[in-house]
């Protein structure tokens, strides 16, 4: 059974970082992309960043670029979002998603870990 912990969260204060991480257990993973996405109060789940195991490609949303940053971890199948200059639009429960394949910003992903908060104060 896949299984998807994110770690990281927490709260921090505005223009302030946090690194969040996801290890994805379960299977072998091969030819896959692993996604950040996350869901603030009252809205819709939205895609954030994501990366591809095949030659690292990443995407991210316009409201995080130059700001967030995600990467491989040493760790097998371990993935870290970097987020920097954090504001407070940024509050939302965190979540990580795994698809086979390439990266897709919407919510095409097979698997999702169960979130983690992120609180930024003002």
């Known amino acids: 059974q896949v299984r998807l912990v994110e770690s990281g969260g927490g709260l921090v204060q505005a223009v302030g970082g946090l690194r969040l991480s996801c290890e994805a257990s379960?299977?072998?993973?091969?030819?896959?992309?692993m996604g950040w996405f996350r869901q603030a109060p009252g809205k819709e789940r939205e895609f954030v960043a994501g990366?591809?195991?095949?030659?690292?490609?990443?995407k991210y949303a316009e409201s995080v670029k130059g700001r967030f940053t995600i990467s491989w971890g040493t760790a097998e199948n371990t993935a870290h979002l970097q987020m920097n200059s954090l504001q407070p639009d940024d509050t939302a429960v965190y979540y990580c998603?795994?698809?086979?394949?390439?990266?897709?910003?919407?919510?095409?992903?097979?698997?999702w870990g169960q979130g983690t908060q992120v609180t930024v104060s003002s």
């Open positions: 379960g299977r072998t993973f091969s030819n896959y992309a």
């Open positions: 990366i591809e195991w095949r030659g690292g490609f990443t």
């Open positions: 998603a795994v698809r086979f394949g390439v990266v897709r910003p919407d919510s095409q992903y097979d698997y």
